[in-house]
C-alpha cells in the first residue's frame, strides 16, 4: 500500500516569503500530525488534525498553520519565513491514538 | 520543557553485542511509549511501542523496558547489526482524550562491524 506522500521533497525559501507543504496520509488514516525536526532539537509537534479538525497544536507561533481536508490530504503553511524555519518539517498519519505513526519521508525546508 | 529526554545523543557498539538505548520522560500522565528509528533521508519508522501496563514488551531483537517509578524506559537490541545503525527516537503519549505524541531529541546509534 502507498505509504505516507510528503511533497516536495526540498524547497529553497527567501526570508519573508511563505511555504506551502503538502502531505497525503496513508489511506483510511484519518489523522495527520506535524513534526518539525531540527539538529539537537528533535521532533518537535507543531499540530494535529483529525477529520478536517485540529485536535492539538505544539508551541510554535501563529506564523505555523496547517488545515486538512476532507480526503485526510494536510497543508502546513508557514507565513513570514525566517532563516530559523530552516528544518525538516514530518508529516505522520495514522488510525487515531495509540497506533504507531506512519511518517513520510519530509520535505526539507531551506531559508536564505 | 523537553518531556521526554533522551541524555546520549550518540552510542556506538559493536556488531553483536547489546545495544542499550535510553529515555527518561517528567510527565506522569504518560502512559504509552514508541520507539522510532530514523535513517537519513527518510521518515522515522515505527520500531516498537509498550502501554504503561505492562514493564517489557519484546519484538525479535528489539525489547523495550518501562520502568515507571523511575519514569525511565530502554531500548535492547541484541544483536547489535550494522543496519541499525540509525537515530533512535523515544516517544510517548497519554491516553484519555486526544494527546499528542511527544518525542525526545534522539540516540545515533553506530553499530561497528
Known amino acids: 500500500k502507498a505509504g505516507v506522500t510528503q511533497t516536495p521533497r526540498y524547497l529553497i525559501k527567501t526570508r519573508g516569503q511563505q511555504v506551502t507543504l503538502s502531505c497525503s496520509p496513508i489511506?483510511?488514516?484519518?489523522?495527520v500530525s506535524w513534526y518539525q525536526q531540527t539538529p539537537g532539537q528533535g521532533l518537535q509537534f507543531l499540530f494535529e488534525?483529525?477529520?478536517?479538525?485540529?485536535?492539538n497544536k505544539g508551541n510554535f507561533p501563529g506564523r505555523f498553520s496547517g488545515r486538512q481536508f476532507s480526503n485526510s490530504r494536510s497543508e502546513m503553511n508557514v507565513s513570514t519565513l525566517e532563516l530559523g524555519d530552516s528544518a525538516l518539517y514530518l508529516c505522520?498519519?495514522?488510525?487515531?491514538?495509540?497506533?504507531?505513526?506512519?511518517f513520510g519521508s519530509g520535505t526539507r525546508l531551506t531559508v536564505v | 520543557d523537553q518531556q521526554v529526554k533522551q541524555n546520549s545523543p550518540s552510542l556506538s557498539v559493536q556488531e553483536g553485542r547489546i545495544s542499550i538505548l535510553n529515555c527518561d520522560y517528567t510527565n506522569s500522565m504518560f502512559d504509552y511509549f514508541l520507539w522510532y528509528k530514523k535513517y537519513p533521508a527518510e521518515g522515522p519508522t515505527f520500531l516498537i511501542s509498550?502501554?504503561?501496563?505492562?514493564d517489557k514488551n519484546e519484538d525479535g531483537r528489539f525489547t523495550v523496558f518501562l520502568n515507571k517509578s523511575a519514569k525511565h524506559l530502554s531500548l535492547h537490541i541484541v544483536p547489535s547489526q550494522p543496519g541499525d545503525s540509525a537515530v533512535y527516537f523515544c516517544a510517548a503519549s497519554a491516553s484519555g482524550g486526544y494527546q499528542k505524541v511527544t518525542f525526545g531529541t534522539g540516540t545515533k546509534l553506530q553499530v561497528i562491524p
Open positions: 505522520a498519519s495514522s488510525f487515531g491514538q495509540n497506533y504507531g505513526y506512519t
Open positions: 509498550i502501554s504503561s501496563i505492562k
Open positions: 488534525y483529525f477529520s478536517e479538525t485540529q485536535r
Open positions: 489511506s483510511g488514516h484519518r489523522s
